[in-house]
């Protein structure tokens, strides 16, 4: 068990570019979640997956976002466009689906900065 | 919709000294409680847990009790050390969307 991984650690970009993060999960998860943590803030919900379907989304996705998990196995988060308010810490967390707790485990994190 | 009320930070106490971090919560149904701490320079941890009402979550001398009367589920420690030094999240998962506190920062002095 090696944790969940994510790839780059840091990001920067200037603004209108594209960016693409990379979350790998606990082998043998199945359900894989994206969060988005600004400072002084705990993780926002953005979207969540249950092996390869994307199950649901939050209002703060606009639609410059898009997440896929087309194995159901890694996942990856695009941002098109990017502005200066999507500066963050992209957060992917993993758990196995259950009756529950659904406990997930984070990874370290992506810190995204939009000059 | 859920929502999760944690104290304000810093908190600031000295080595040996008893820790209380109050979390309430706003929740339909019988959500599972949780707390993550963020260590500096690190990611979430699952520190502890509780799925139903009076249950006991523990862990590294900590502990939470999950009360549904009160919808509270505040983190305790007897004698905290300077390695507590972290950022402490509050979180519920309900439905579908897990949600987390703003988080409080402990600063534990030698």
């Known amino acids: 068990d090696t944790g969940v991984s994510q790839d780059p650690r840091h990001k920067i970009t200037k603004r209108g570019q594209n960016v693409t993060f990379r979350c790998d999960p606990i082998?043998?998860?199945?359900?894989l979640y994206w969060y988005r943590q600004t400072l002084g803030q705990g993780p926002e919900f953005l979207t969540y997956f249950q092996n390869e379907a994307q199950l649901e989304k939050s209002r703060l996705l606009s639609d410059r976002f898009s997440a896929e998990r087309p194995k159901g196995s890694f996942s990856t988060l695009e941002i098109q466009r990017t502005e200066q308010g999507d500066s963050a810490m992209y957060l992917c967390?993993?758990?196995?689906?259950?009756?529950?707790?659904?406990?997930?485990?984070f990874g370290p994190g992506t810190r995204l900065t939009v000059l | 919709g859920d929502s999760v009320t944690q104290m304000e930070g810093p908190v600031t106490l000295s080595e040996e000294a008893f820790l209380t971090i109050n979390c309430t919560y706003t929740a339909t149904g019988y959500p599972s409680l949780f707390w993550y701490v963020q260590y500096p320079g690190e990611g979430l941890q699952l520190l502890l847990k509780?799925?139903?009402?009076?249950d006991k979550g523990s862990n590294k001398g900590f502990e939470a009790t999950y009360r549904k009367e009160t919808t509270s589920f505040h983190l305790e420690k007897g004698s905290v050390q300077v390695s507590d030094s972290a950022v402490y999240f509050c979180a519920l998962r309900g439905s579908y969307i897990p949600t987390f506190g703003r988080g409080t920062s402990l600063i534990v002095h030698p």
């Open positions: 082998s043998e998860h199945n359900r």
């Open positions: 967390a993993s758990s196995v689906a259950g009756a529950t707790t659904d406990t997930q485990y």
């Open positions: 509780a799925t139903k009402a009076d």
